[in-house]
């Protein structure tokens, strides 16, 4: 279980994020929504160790995780799908998966057959290079790479970002595939509405650097959870 305790995140003398708590259990997705601009994202870099905290706690599994780096956190089993994808152009598919081989004990430095089995095309393109595939197919990779990890938590950024609709729903399959197997915490930032409430069982809305709402599924009514995340 990922939990975060009033965790407060400033850049410089601006704050971004203000006492934001949040659990993420194995076997559920937890979707983090609201407009541009109140902190989704920089929410999931804390988490991921890639920005520093100001205030709070963040821990995994009951162990306080709060100040370690992004490898130190990624060694024990905070997987980060960043905005972007981060996908390495000049690098095969194969090689980018390699590169998660970092954060894993040298015994375990393979790709899973699993993740060819969830992602059928990066097989088939394992030898060409990051640059030349499509969004979409970089957004899987991007997403694969997290799971080379073998993470227990998996942070998801805006995964939907510039891709054509029938990747998104294979996208969406795969994290329900993911949530079903019950060993991983799955925490998503989304925008597109309708995949977002499809998948989640926990709704987290954030205004201005702060929670708002927070709710299962069966508490947070669809009505209101449109109204909080509408401009």
Do not use: W
Not at 38 to 67: N, W, Y
Not at 77 to 100: H, M, W
Not at 106 to 117: G, L, Q, T
Not at 168 to 192: H, N
């Amino acid at each position: 279980m990922l939990q975060v305790d009033r965790l407060d995140l400033h850049y410089g003398h601006s704050q971004i994020l203000d006492g934001v708590s949040l659990e993420a259990c194995p076997g559920e997705v937890t979707c983090v929504m609201g407009t541009n601009g109140v902190g989704k994202t920089s929410l999931l870099k804390a988490l991921a160790g890639r920005h520093p905290t100001s205030r709070g706690e963040i821990r995994l599994d009951g162990d306080a995780v709060t100040g370690l780096s992004a490898h130190a956190k990624a060694r024990r089993g905070i997987g980060y799908v960043p905005q972007g994808r981060e996908v390495f152009p000049l690098l095969t598919v194969r090689e980018n998966l390699e590169t998660a081989f970092a954060g894993l004990p040298r015994a375990e430095r393979k790709v899973p057959d699993e993740i060819y089995e969830l992602f059928p095309v990066l097989h088939e393109m394992r030898h060409r290079r990051g640059g030349d595939l499509s969004g979409g197919q970089q957004q899987q990779l991007s997403i694969a790479r997290a799971l080379v990890l073998k993470p227990r938590v998996l942070l998801l950024d805006e995964p939907t970002e510039g891709i054509q609709p029938n990747i998104i729903a294979q996208i969406g399959r795969v994290i329900s595939k993911l949530r079903d197997r019950g060993d991983m915490a799955i925490v998503l930032v989304e925008q597109y509405f309708d995949f977002a409430y499809d998948l989640a069982d926990r709704f987290v809305v954030m205004r201005r650097g702060a929670v708002t709402l927070s709710g299962a599924r069966d508490d947070v009514p669809r009505e209101r959870l449109l109204s909080e995340v509408s401009v």
